[in-house]
């Protein structure tokens, strides 16, 4: 049997996938009546329901009240709306808690959670397992063939509260976790170096979880109970996935993952178990260009989804109600941000959610349908979207292919950012973030993927500071490059295996071959302080002493008192190696540095950009049969005229050749591909060993 997919979900709706979270339970009956009309109005054709019911659908121990759930579905079936039906598993419901007090999570301090909030649950929970699959089975059991359901939501933001917890019931997992992990001790052992500070573990019963102690913990400890805590959930994903395919396996499954904006759950690991890749994103106010976040996870969400479509489960019509000051959006903004994530690949766009709620907690979160009702900018806009995406259907399946691959890794992550490290302001998220910028700025589209990702259909492959390679993934690195590849590596890469213990030798131990050079000394720079380049910029936080052995150094730090503690060393090199080039930045590079180097490597690698335009303007390609898709997006203030061949979809008509996108504002051009015959169109994949050289 073929796996169902988001295709099946799509092709039902009959286009683009428009809708949000469906909380009825919040609300009298004769607003759901209200709800139908007003989702049709918005045309919404999908939503999420049941997502925090559990102490709806289940009041009491063992007793189950499906009355508003059958009511629920007829009604959205009745009115055309497919049901993306959850298990309601991320809210425990109080009797649960008073009942299984030991479930709730204990914090690394050894405090107990109390209940009160949502995944108040501690992952290893057997009593929490046997209520969470006792709940599915009923549910699937009774909803499997409803005519409205159209995919499984399995929980809802796996560990977003909940996943590191430090009780008894996690240390004894976590000790059978590391006996099928290691074997026998003296592998743990070796592998978390416990000979340091006398920490050699003579009985797995020794073993805890890294909770709050004296002074640091084991590195090795750490990361391990990161993994651990993360394969916990994923254990218990398995087990829902597994009861809803059984019962229903005709039924797409999904779980919303959200990309950069979760760290403690590996993002790859749960998207690849699922039919339907989809993710949450929010953005960040505080970042003025947070637009950029935006198509960085986007583009992570579609290498989770191994560059097929994918949906976009969540995201907000305006301001969100955590993040301090909630900036609200602003007019016009939505739009641009629902069709960057359609840009880049998404076949969905929902929000949470679909009407605000009253009381609760997230009160203060906009909605689709806000407090005042259809009065107001916010509904105009959700009306406007939802007709917009009905015109862009033929949207629909179509691919976004990168032609960059950006290498990004959870547990790279995890182990950049453990403790007792050179410089705690080297950020993993803040090193990513300057090479996707760079690149964005260039409007070069890129896939996001692990590093064990097979590369060879990339003409450019980016490592900003990936601190964890293990020798696997490194030997990848060293053949993609062998084999005709451009790779470039930003500082403080490849130091460490996948045990946090370091590649001995020289510095960067898994990459100093491809790269043709050794790091003497890793220099951070204090706070305040900078390091100046020959080319008179300066960069911050860090610098390394390089030493070549084969690479060229393409540019130096300044051989003046400011150019900081690596004064005069090469600051970015360039190695051939094989048939390919690695090039290697010993410091954070300033952004337009950073964009220089990418420019050139891009260009001798022929990874080009979607189409030359001004700065502010965004453009990415979905490609398909019979034709491609050109999104144009403005940043700026003003409007900007470019050339286009084919016509306008959406937000502008093309007259003479020359669609002219308004400032804020997004225009689609259904292109034609017989106009690009001799010329291979811009993200088109090819292999390396093509490549020029
Ligand atoms: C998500 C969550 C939703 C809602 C939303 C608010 O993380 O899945 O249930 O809380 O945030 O932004």
Known sequence: MVNPSLADVTRRLGGIAYGGDYNPEQWPREVWHEDMRLMREAGVNLVTVGVFSWSRIQPRPGAYDWRLLDEVLDLLHEHGIAVDLATPTAAPPPWFTRQHPDARPVTVSG???????????????????????????????????????????????????????????????????????????????????????????????????????????????????????SDALLARHAEESAILRRLAPQVPLTTNVMGTLEKKIDGYAFAATCDVVSVDHYLPAADPDAHIDLALNADLARGMAAGRPWLLMEHSTSAVNWQGVNVAKRPGETRRNSLTHLARGADGLMFFQWRQ????????????????????????????????????????????????????DWHGWWALELAARPSDTLSY????????????????????????ADLSGYRAVLAPSLYLLSDGDAENLTRYVDQGGHLAVGCFSGVVDEYDRVHLGGYPGALRDVLGLVVDEYLPLRSGEAARLEDGSYARHWAERVE?????????????????????????????????????????????????????????????????APPGLEAVRRSGEPHDYLFLINHTEEAIRLPVTGVALAGAHVTDGQAAVPPGGVVVIREELASTPADPRPGTRHSPQGAST
Not at 383 to 390: D, P, R, V
Not at 556 to 575: I, K, L, W
Request: aromatic share 10%; hydrophobic share 35%.
């Open 111 to 229: 405090s107990r959670l109390a209940h009160g909030s949502r995944q108040v649950f501690c992952p290893s929970s057997p009593a929490y397992a046997q209520a969470a699959d006792d709940l599915v089975t009923a549910l699937a059991t009774r909803y499997g063939s409803h005519p409205a359901l159209a995919m499984w939501h399995v929980h809802n933001e796996w560990g977003n509260h909940n996943a590191l917890c430090y009780c008894d019931t996690s240390a004894a997992a976590f000790r059978t976790w590391l006996q099928e992990r290691y074997k026998t001790l003296e592998a743990l052992n070796e592998a978390w170096g416990t000979d340091f500070w006398s920490q050699r573990y003579g009985d797995w019963e020794e073993i805890d979880p890294p909770r709050d102690t004296t002074a640091f913990r084991n590195p090795g400890q750490e990361l391990d109970y990161r993994r651990f805590s």
């Open 357 to 408: 709620s009253r009381a609760g907690a997230e009160k203060w979160h906009s909605a689709m349908l806000p407090h005042a009702g259809t009065d107001g900018r916010v509904w105009k806009e959700v009306k406007a979207l939802g007709s917009e995406l009905a015109a862009l259907r033929e949207v629909t399946g179509t691919r976004v292919r990168g032609d960059v691959a950006i290498l990004f």
């Open 429 to 452: 998220l803040d090193a990513v973030r300057d090479w996707y910028e760079a690149l964005w700025r260039l409007n070069i589209t890129c896939d996001l993927v692990p590093p064990g």
């Open 548 to 612: 070549p052995r084969g690479c060229t150094p393409e540019l130096r730090f300044a051989d003046t008192p400011d150019g900081g503690p690596a004064r005069g060393g090469p600051a970015v090199t360039r190695h051939t190696y094989g048939r390919g080039t690695a090039w290697y930045a010993a410091c954070r590079l300033p952004m337009n540095t950073l964009g220089k180097l990418l420019r050139t490597l891009c260009a001798e690698a022929g990874a080009t950009p979607v189409v030359d």
